[in-house]
């Protein structure tokens, strides 16, 4: 299955899904990165892997519609069974959502549908939840709001900041998305642009609360 990557920022979940196909436990191949931001550390990794780039930035006061014709263009050409967001900072137009209908993925920072949007951590301490996590989910024209594929329960402790819980978020979604991309790659999940047919959710995360 040929997966384009598009991130915006460090791409720790780039680099945990190319350390899963490293090590066998996710049959994907990327074809390619593709990024808004030209100076994304994730650029890098993908360039130092020999990994295919595409930048399309868009700035302030661009045109977005032709951003989403120019970023679709790129994506389409490099010929992907899977679009995968890790990390990729906008809100996708209808171009590439009709061009991928139910074949674009994201990984976000909480149990959604709790914490859509740009801080999951923090939303999630200032919300009091005592639980979090990260969600996969099928990517459709809202905000974090398409069909959950799966998702991982993280424990919010006392003394959290946005930052110590985002991390520990992180490491499971390190394990998460490349366990999704791995599933829909062997047909254990198949996507469609209406719904997930085989969701699962992941239950492997303890959901004890830690005592205060
Ligand atoms: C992740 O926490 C992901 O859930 C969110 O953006 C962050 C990207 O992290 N959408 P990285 O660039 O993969 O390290």
Known sequence: MDVVVLVSGRGSNLKAICNAIDAGTCEANIVGVVSDRRKAAALAFAEERAV???????????????????????????????IVLAGFMRVLGPPLLE?????????????????????G??????????ISGCTVHVVDGGVDTGPIIAQAAVPVLADD?????????????????????HQIAIGAITL?????????????????????
């Open 52 to 82: 295919p780039t595409r930048v399309v930035p868009l700035r302030k006061g661009d045109d977005r519609d032709l951003w989403n014709e120019s970023l679709t263009k790129e994506v389409a050409a490099l010929n992907p069974d899977l």
């Open 192 to 212: 469609n642009p209406l719904s997930v047919n085989t969701p699962v959710a992941d239950s492997t995360q303890s959901l004890t609360v830690p005592d205060a």
């Open 161 to 181: 900041t946005a930052d110590a819980l985002h991390a520990r978020i992180q490491i499971q979604e390190h394990r998460l998305l490349p366990g999704v991309i």
């Open 99 to 119: 061009r991928f209908p139910g074949r674009i993925i994201n990984v976000h920072p909480a149990l959604l549908p709790s914490f859509a949007g740009h801080n």
């Open 121 to 130: 951590p923090q939303e999630a301490l200032d919300g009091g939840v005592r």
